[in-house]
């Protein structure tokens, strides 16, 4: 089941740029899953970090790019949220966090963006 999660939330850019968000015709049910505790976020957060390897040599500087289109990518999740609330749907306990959240979550794009100039990694 966390698997599941997890890969539905990386798909989501994706799934976001394909679908028509304000009107779409067939909706998709609220993703329903279970919250990791501490201890298995931790446990998740080792079995992400033991799965990475170091590239030799210098690659593509793409952490700037990447917080743009997931700024992006949550904006668009934010207004369709925000948009299935007006008309009264019910939404997902996840989807009030991020409503109640989104500005804590803006303010920190826009403080990375702010101390973490295009040449940053040089």
Same mark, same amino acid.
């Given at each position: 089941?966390?698997?599941?999660?997890? /890969?539905? =939330? $990386?798909?989501?850019?994706? %799934? !976001?740029?394909?679908?028509?968000? #304000?009107? +779409?015709?067939?909706?998709?049910?609220?993703?329903?899953?279970?919250?990791?505790?501490?201890?298995?976020?931790?446990?998740? /957060?080792? =079995? $992400?970090?033991?799965?990475? %390897? !170091?590239?030799?040599?210098?690659? #593509?500087? +793409?952490?700037?790019?990447?917080?743009?289109?997931?700024?992006?990518?949550?904006?668009?999740?934010?207004?369709?949220?925000?948009?299935?609330?007006?008309?009264?749907?019910?939404?997902?306990?996840?989807?009030?966090?991020?409503?109640?959240?989104?500005?804590?979550?803006?303010?920190?794009?826009?403080?990375?963006?702010?101390?973490?100039?295009?040449?940053?990694?040089?």
């Amino acid at each position: 089941m966390i698997g599941h999660f997890f /890969g539905r =939330l $990386l798909g989501l850019p994706t %799934r !976001l740029r394909k679908s028509s968000l #304000p009107g +779409r015709d067939s909706e998709e049910p609220p993703l329903r899953s279970e919250l990791f505790s501490a201890d298995q976020m931790e446990q998740h /957060g080792k =079995l $992400l970090a033991a799965s990475h %390897r !170091l590239a030799r040599g210098r690659i #593509p500087d +793409r952490l700037l790019a990447r917080l743009a289109a997931n700024d992006d990518a949550l904006v668009a999740v934010c207004n369709q949220v925000t948009a299935s609330v007006a008309a009264g749907r019910r939404i997902a306990p996840a989807g009030e966090w991020l409503l109640d959240n989104f500005y804590l979550i803006e303010e920190q794009i826009r403080t990375a963006k702010r101390h973490l100039p295009k040449g940053y990694s040089r």
